[in-house]
Structure formats: C-alpha cells, structure tokens
C-alpha cells in the first residue's frame, strides 16, 4: 500500500491489509459493515475503503465488494428481517443482478413465502457465500430477493471458469428449484432506488486502487536508478490518468452526499465516473507495462496477479458500449431514439 500512487490522498489508514484469502477476505468485508450502512452519510470513506482494498488485493477486494454493497441495499431497504432464512452476524453475501439470455429468476407464492426458480447467471462466489441478493420476475415487476445459498434446491454451475485472472473468483451460473426468499424492498426499488447507480461507483473505486498500485511500480523503479525522458513520460501520463480518475471519485462522493446523485441524474454519474476511471486504469495498465517490461510479470507474483486480476475485472466495463449508453443519457429521453 506505501507503494501506490499517492495512497496518502485516498488510501484509509484503519483497513486492514487483506492478502487472496477469500475467507478471509469475506470476515474484513464483514468487520467492514458500518461503513456500507454509512454509505448516504459518508459516501468517500466508503468509496476510499473500496480503493483501499483494491490497491491491498483485487482478489480479496473483488470478494469484499459485493458483501458490502448488499449490507447497503439492505439498509437501504429498512434491514429486513432474513432470520427465517438463517442469516446472523457470520452470513456473507453476494449481489447477483444480471441478466442474461435464456435465463432468469421467477417468484412464485409459497404457502410459508415466496419461492424462486430458474437459473441466475454470472454469480460469483456463489458456491462460498452464505446467502445473496438476487433479482427476480414476478407478476408485477422485477424485485430483488434475499435467498440462501446452502439450501438444497441451490445446484451450481461453476465448471466453465478458466480465467487466470480472478482465478480464485469463480464466477458460474446457478439454478434454484423452490427456493425461499424473503423480499427486499417493493416490486421495482431495487433499480428505482437513489442507491442504485452508486453501486457501480464503488466499483470503480476499486478499479481505481488496483490501477493506483501498479502506477506505484513505477514510482518504485524510478527510484532505482535516476529516470530518463521515457521513465518521466511514463510517471506523467499515469499521474495525470490517475488525477483525474481520484477527482471523478471525489466528485462522485460530494454529489452523492449533496442528495445529488439520485434517480436519473445518479445514473448518469455513475456512468460517467466507471468510463473514467475504466480509462485510467486501461492506461495505467499499458504504461506501466511499457515502463516495466516482461520482468514483474514473469518474476513478481504479486504484480503479475494484479494485472491479470485487473484485466478481468476491467470488464465489467463494455467499453464501447456503455460509451454509448452514457452518449445516450448525455442526450437524455428523445422520442425518436
């Protein structure tokens, strides 16, 4: 962490440094709690928690994330009670929203609750975490639902994860079979909540802390040996990536804390702030490597793990697509689009 880019500015003291132990990984996420909770009332201590934790380890941080986004849609949502479906203070969380063909999530009325069928896609850690926050089809509109994972009528689909970043991520689909859920929030609040797009924010915080610490390399190397016209080039373009990715997170942080990053507005923030620090971090991932060489990725396991663990997770971002999305929320609804 005394490596990274400017840690000083953003980095917060009081986080542990986590190492690839998702176990452990998910026991700092719980300790970390108060903080998602804290998330409307202190916006950058969460998000600098997130980047802090990225710049640690992606894999402990990819692991952490998720948990504590659904601590805070939980609290968002008024804390339901999830005893009935065995959550306590060791339960962790996964957060499984997407969509994708052929497959989806459909409530049904039980005679003791909801139950949900069907097959859920890109779920991570699924076969880890105790519990998750899932987005399902009933007769009125998409609702998120609180399910346990342990149940027997959870099967995993986890055999086609051959990604040598993330490795220990495992990422597959799921298929549940009268499965009981308890309701988060309303038909349609999950994405109409103020929270939503702030989800994808702390995402991109820890894009930020990961891109932040292989910069540091840099910092490091220049420190060697006395940096010639390349090696300062190289220190420059990624300080400047990095600046403006660490003003777009703060910028997100005091917009979220004013009340104005709600709704329509909210979403579009967010969308700014992932393409900008998505591009600085693509950057940061192509400096450093022209700067560096082959060397740390074939002689420094932590480096070469960040870097593959950072190309994966950069994903997330479509790149060119969500350009274009943002292109269309600049535009705002038109008729004719």
Request: hydrophobic share 50%; proline share 6%; charged share 15%.
């Amino acid at each position: 962490m005394t490596g990274a880019w400017r840690a000083a500015e953003w980095a917060t003291g009081d986080v542990p440094v986590a190492g690839p132990d998702i176990a452990d990984a998910l026991a700092l996420a719980r300790d970390l709690a108060p903080v998602a909770r804290g998330l409307a009332q202190d916006p950058w201590r969460y998000l600098a928690t997130l980047a802090t934790l990225g710049a640690a380890d992606l894999t402990a941080a990819r692991a952490a994330e998720p948990h504590l986004d659904a601590v805070a849609v939980l609290a968002q949502a008024g804390d339901p009670d999830l005893g009935v479906l065995g959550v306590d203070a060791a339960s962790s969380f996964g957060v499984y929203a997407a969509r994708a063909p052929g497959t989806g999530l459909r409530a049904t009325a039980g005679s003791d609750g909801p139950r949900l069928e069907g097959t859920k896609a890109w779920c991570s850690l699924a076969t880890v975490v105790s519990h998750a926050l899932v987005t399902a089809d009933d007769d009125t509109a998409p609702r998120l639902y609180a399910v346990p994972l342990h149940h027997p009528g959870v099967r995993h689909e986890t055999g086609t994860w051959v990604s040598r970043g993330l490795s220990a991520v495992t990422t597959g689909s799921m298929t549940l079979a009268g499965v009981p859920a308890v309701p988060v929030g309303g038909p349609g609040w999950y994405l109409a909540r103020p929270g939503f797009a702030w989800g994808g924010i702390g995402v991109a915080a820890v894009w930020f802390g990961a891109a932040a610490a292989l910069a540091g390399a840099l910092t490091t190397a220049a420190g060697r040996r006395p940096p010639d016209q390349v090696a300062l080039l190289h220190l420059g373009t990624t300080d400047r990536a990095l600046h403006a990715a660490l003003l777009s997170l703060r910028d997100a942080a005091a917009a979220i804390a004013a009340g104005r990053a709600d709704g329509p507005a909210g979403v579009l923030l967010a969308a700014r702030v992932r393409a900008v620090v998505a591009d600085a971090a693509e950057e940061v991932l192509r400096v450093v490597g022209h700067g560096l060489g082959p060397a740390p990725l074939t002689q420094v396991e932590s480096h070469a793990r960040r870097v593959a663990d950072l190309t994966v997770y950069l994903r997330q971002h479509h790149a060119e697509r969500d350009l274009a999305a943002l292109g269309g929320l600049v535009l705002g609804p038109r008729e004719d689009r």
